[in-house]
């Protein structure tokens, strides 16, 4: 298996982004029309599909492509790869029909021992050249934090069998699932891959400002769980140690920042103008994820958001459709795994902010009492549209020109 396969890997995790982002213009017309199935049932294969299918995949395959570019895949690599999108399948078509019953829980498990098994095929396999860069730190820390999030599913099960849903325990469990996986797998694969491209263009940190953000990174990915804790009232230590994370975390991220606009010539100079771009936007879309994430550390934004369910929203589509789906399409553009089409990106983007307009003004119109206007979820589902369309646009691009 050569090179170019890793460039179907990336096809296939843009067809479940296709196929997630079908299922969210679905999920929206249920607002609109009746639709012969189950809500709940079809949000489980939305996320999953997404999380799981999109950026797992992409990010995965990006990891491969830094460290074993020159090198075929090897049988364990495809075994693993072929198991997990026999998961991803079996989740997509049993989600839709039974939610969390046996099929899909068989299947989710088994897309869990996937990732355990790539994470030490990656940590074995990389080549020794690797194994002291900044990147690959990072890199093998998000790894890590995959494995550790997935202590928030495998506790589900005991929670529904002995507690019920109805336990703090069984939220708190989701809610540290999504927190290791939005804020630390997704956020320090997507920064170790961005350091590989520092190290590309002889950009670095020097050794002791790395550490230092690296402790401060981590540090404060790990303490701004309790964030997610405020909802149940909890003892003042926990709101101390949130507090302590996010403060953490705004100084590891203001270092960031100013090494980026340190050699922002260097960037732009090295960068062709569309990558740049992107960048720049991506670079925008992460400050609104820092200021909103922040927010939260305040008691009465953390007690909003978990009672307005549309910000909760607004926050998850700004980091998933918005920061992360962006930043991997700049990834996967400058390493040529894709061909990214400047008017299918312009498209989607469009798409995106007009969605998390409406999303976010219908959160401060049951907060604020502020006028509803009609059919708004007649155009919020056509607006959504552009999202569906324009990756699809960007998949059968590169289908056509491979």
């Known amino acids: 298996m050569s090179r170019l396969d890793i460039k179907n890997h990336t096809y ?29 049932y079809i949000i489980h294969a939305h996320s999953h599909t997404a999380l799981l299918g999109w950026v797992y995949l992409a990010l995965t395959t990006i990891i491969y492509r830094l460290f074993f570019q020159s090198k075929k895949l090897s049988k364990r690599y495809r075994y693993i790869f072929l198991a997990t999108n026999i998961s991803l399948l079996g989740m997509l078509f049993s989600f839709p029909f039974q939610g969390y019953a046996v099929i899909s829980i068989i299947f989710s498990t088994l897309f869990l021992f996937c990732s355990y098994f790539f994470t030490a095929y990656i ?36 929670i529904m069998s002995t507690l019920g849903k109805a336990s703090i325990w069984y939220k708190l469990s989701i809610y540290f699932y999504l927190h290791f996986q939005y804020n630390a797998w997704f956020l320090l694969a997507i920064i170790g891959i961005a350091f590989y491209l520092f190290q590309q ?37 926990f ?33 062709n103008s569309f990558n740049y771009q992107i960048l ?10 820092i200021f909103m994430q922040s927010l939260t550390a ?23 459709l918005g920061f992360v789906s962006l930043v991997l399409f700049g990834f996967l553009n400058w390493l040529k795994l894709i061909r990214l089409p400047k008017n299918a990106f312009y498209l989607y983007l469009s798409g995106f902010l007009i969605s998390e307009m409406l999303i976010f003004y219908k959160g401060l119109v049951l907060w604020l009492g502020l006028p509803f206007f009609s059919n708004y979820f007649l155009i919020l589902v056509l607006v959504s549209a552009l999202i569906p369309i324009s990756v699809g646009w960007i998949l059968g691009f590169n289908l056509r020109k491979k």
């Not at 296709?18 to 609109?32: E, K, N, P, S, T």
């Not at 950009?203 to 404060?220: D, H, Q």
């Open 123 to 158: 940590l074995k396999n990389t080549p020794e050249k690797h194994r002291q860069t900044q990147y690959f730190k990072l890199i093998k820390a998000a790894l890590w934090y995959m494995v550790f999030s997935s202590i928030g599913p495998w506790a589900l099960g005991a």
């Open 298 to 320: 305040i008691p009465f934004f953390a007690d909003l958001a978990f009672e307005n369910l549309d910000f909760v929203i607004g926050y998850l589509h700004w980091v998933f």
């Open 280 to 289: 720049k936007i991506v670079g925008i879309l992460l400050l609104g994820k």
């Open 239 to 271: 709101y101390v140690l949130g507090g302590l994370g996010t403060i953490l975390l705004l100084i590891a991220f203001y270092q960031l920042f100013a090494f980026i606009l340190r050699n922002k010539d260097q960037l732009k100079a090295e960068l």
């Open 12 to 40: 296939i995790a843009l067809t479940y982004f296709f196929l997630a982002a079908g299922l969210g213009i679905l999920l929206r017309l249920f607002y609109i029309t009746p639709i012969p199935g189950n809500y709940k």
């Open 201 to 237: 263009l002889k950009l670095t940190f020097n050794s002791r400002e790395f550490k230092r953000f690296f402790y401060l990174l981590n540090s404060g990915v790990i303490l701004s769980f309790f964030l997610s804790t405020y909802w149940t009232n909890p003892p003042t230590i």
